[in-house]
């Protein structure tokens, strides 16, 4: 059974005098235990929001969720806040994109960590720092011992997005959310925290979901990948194939544009042309029709369905054809 | 931390000699002067000059500076000559300082009991009634002038209803002298009666002094508040599931707290000047009614020692801010 089944999750954004904003719209996808799945896209496709919405971290007002997140036997959208807030941190963690701005910069690092095992683990402070000194360690940080009294601004970049993920794994959650996990960091450090993220939820069967636009995060980490746009999931793929042959002309296009050692010298990189739109024209279209190299007529007029393929999920009237 | 604070202290010593000289210079450059303040209509040509003499005001400047800052040194800073004409200065000034010493305490405290708590409530309750009631009064607060509203107090609270006093520091009855902070003098030597008594007569000056540097906390409280709860540290707490106890207190307040120890630091050193009205208002003997009678009254040696202790009173509450916010802040301790 799945860990975490997500269910036509959609979220939308109202603002009084405005068109209400569909942000998520109608996505579904499951995580099994101890499985790394891969949520793709560019800026605006939706797939931060999508996991706040699971994590339940939208802002209180002004959105409406709608769909199902069950995670075990639980529903978690019918949670109330204070029954969410005992999952979050102990049965669900996340890890966010920029280190520096998500650590408090007045609290030292040891009570950063230790306040999660005194929530939920209900251990006193002393016994708590002496887990936190392994947790530390665990996640590579040096001298551990010293850095629990040291504040952010004390650490590297690294080594804060190291502490967030101790943080984030101290209680041992089933799941863990990686929102942009490096792309705040340096391209050598940005390496080392996803060997780290792998390695850590290998050892402990923790399912993580990975939220990036890199296809180089996806390529090394992801059992199976997502790919978002417009807030719709439009293709879905084990790794393999979806690198090896991505159907959908987004897909292909978000391959097109990574520089690669391999190409012949002086080819030049394909960009796909346009930028996400800001309201989302999924009704009666193909929100990426616009700036599809393959787009038909029907494409402008009628709206995909997702299919169901040999090895894939895609939403694409006129799908990138096989290279045999 | 010490040898931060140390290194302060000089600057203050430094602080206090250049002002002593700007303060110096710039009441011997004023018109009229304490010669005819002193002699009034009876002033002849020849009175005027024995007096000028006799007051040291004939020699240069500088002469005058240097004997000024010699005997302000050894703790002498002269002769009162209009607010207690005859009274030695530091004696009227040590009589006075703790009446408004502890108005301002008062006066600040009312400020930050309300202020931070009120500021908080606002944030949190953005754009409700709450909020839009509090921040309307934090204007009509910060508008509305000190002594304006003194009088509206004093009217309404000593003169219609009757229920607190509208004069002074305290009524006439025994009480004995310890500290000269007529409040704590009460407590120590277990006259409740007396120090009730001067509580009440605290009630409206600090009232009226507290508005302003109440509006200003409150404001700055609110909006410090909005500011962080947004930042990503407050999401990240939330994703740990934390409760709302925790997240408030360690994570919201916490970090909201700096602009508003610098505000506090800021406004404190402020109230002479609405001390100076208020004071005023409630015939309370204090500094800044010594201050505006010592103005009225070219009572120069008064006024040098008055705006001189102004001055270190200000670079010292700064310098308190200044330690606070290295205690709070683990940045700021680093340099």
């Not at chain 1, 996806?218 to 991505?246: I, K, M, Q, S, T």
């Not at chain 2, 010669?35 to 002033?43: P, T």
């Amino acid at each position: 059974m799945a860990l975490l089944e997500v269910r036509d999750l959609t979220v939308q954004f109202r603002r009084r005098g405005e068109e209400p904003f569909t942000a998520v719209d109608g996505v579904s996808f499951d995580v099994d235990p101890g499985q790394t799945i891969g949520l793709v896209g560019e800026s605006g496709c939706g797939k931060s929001v999508t996991s706040l919405a699971i994590m339940g971290l939208l802002p209180r007002k002004g959105n409406q969720v709608t769909g199902s997140v069950r995670f075990e036997d639980t529903e978690l959208l019918s949670l109330s806040q204070s029954q969410m807030r005992d999952r979050r941190g102990r049965d669900l963690g996340m890890v966010f994109q920029d280190p520096l701005s998500s650590l408090n910069p007045v609290v030292s690092i040891g009570l950063q960590v230790t306040e999660v095992l005194e929530r939920h683990r209900g251990m006193a402070r002393k016994a708590a720092m002496v887990e936190a000194t392994e947790l530390l360690d665990k996640v590579g940080i040096p001298d551990p011992g010293r850095r629990l009294s040291e504040y952010p601004h004390q650490l590297s970049g690294g080594m804060r997005q190291r502490a967030l993920i101790a943080m984030a794994l101290a209680c041992r959650p089933r799941l863990l959310i990686a929102d942009e996990p490096t792309t705040a960091l340096d391209v050598t450090i940005q390496a080392q925290i996803l060997a780290l993220l792998k390695e850590l939820v290998t050892d402990t069967g923790t399912a993580l979901i990975m939220i990036t636009h890199d296809l180089g995060v996806v390529a090394g980490l992801c059992d199976e990948v997502n790919v978002l746009y417009g807030g719709r999931v439009v293709e879905r793929a084990a790794r393999h194939e979806l690198f090896a042959e991505p159907r959908h002309p987004y897909t292909h296009g978000l391959l097109a544009s990574i520089p690669r050692l391999d190409a012949p010298r002086g080819e030049k990189l394909v960009p796909i042309k346009g930028s996400v739109a800001d309201n989302i024209p999924w009704d009666g279209a193909c929100a990426f029709a616009p700036r599809c190299p393959n787009a038909l007529d029907t494409c402008t007029q009628v709206t995909p369905e997702q299919e169901s393929l040999a090895n894939r999920l895609l939403r694409c009237h006129n799908p990138v054809e096989v290279t045999a | 931390m010490l040898r931060y604070t140390v290194r302060r202290l000089g600057q203050l010593v430094l602080v206090v000699l250049v002002l002593s000289l700007l303060i110096f210079a710039w009441l011997h450059s004023l018109p009229g002067g304490p010669v005819s303040a002193l002699l009034g209509e009876r002033a002849t040509p020849e009175s005027t000059r024995a007096l000028t003499i006799q007051l040291g005001l004939d020699q240069p400047i500088f002469v005058q500076y240097w004997k000024f800052l010699l005997r302000a040194l050894s703790g002498d800073f002269g002769v009162s000559l209009g607010v207690q004409p005859g009274a030695s200065v530091v004696d009227v000034f040590l009589t006075r300082f703790p009446a408004t010493i502890e108005l301002s305490v008062c006066a600040i405290i009312l400020a930050i009991v309300f202020g931070i708590p009120l500021g908080y409530l606002a944030a949190r309750r953005r754009g409700g009634w709450f909020d839009n009631l509090s921040i309307g009064a934090s204007l009509i607060g910060v508008a509305v002038p000190v002594f304006f509203l003194a009088f509206l107090l004093k009217y309404i609270f000593a003169v219609k209803l009757g229920i607190l006093p509208s004069l002074g520091r305290q009524d006439a009855i025994d009480a004995t002298r310890v500290t000269g902070f007529f409040v704590l003098d009460g407590l120590l030597t277990q006259e409740w009666d007396a120090s009730l008594n001067a509580l009440k007569h605290l009630i409206l000056p600090s009232i009226a002094l507290a508005t302003i540097p109440f509006a200003v906390i409150f404001r700055i409280t609110r909006a410090a508040v909005l500011d962080v709860q947004d930042e990503d540290y407050v999401r990240t707490a939330e994703s740990k599931g934390l409760t709302t106890r925790v997240i408030r207190a360690r994570h919201v307040l916490r970090n909201a707290m700096l602009p508003v120890v610098t505000t506090i630091g800021l406004q404190t050193g402020a109230l002479l000047a609405g001390a100076v009205l208020t004071e005023g208002v409630f015939n309370f003997p204090g500094v800044g009614d010594a201050l505006a009678t010592g103005f009225r009254q070219h009572d120069y040696p008064m006024l040098e020692m008055l705006v001189l202790v102004a001055a270190i009173v200000y670079v010292l509450v700064n310098l308190l801010v200044d330690l606070s916010y290295a205690l709070i802040d683990p940045r700021v301790r680093a340099k």
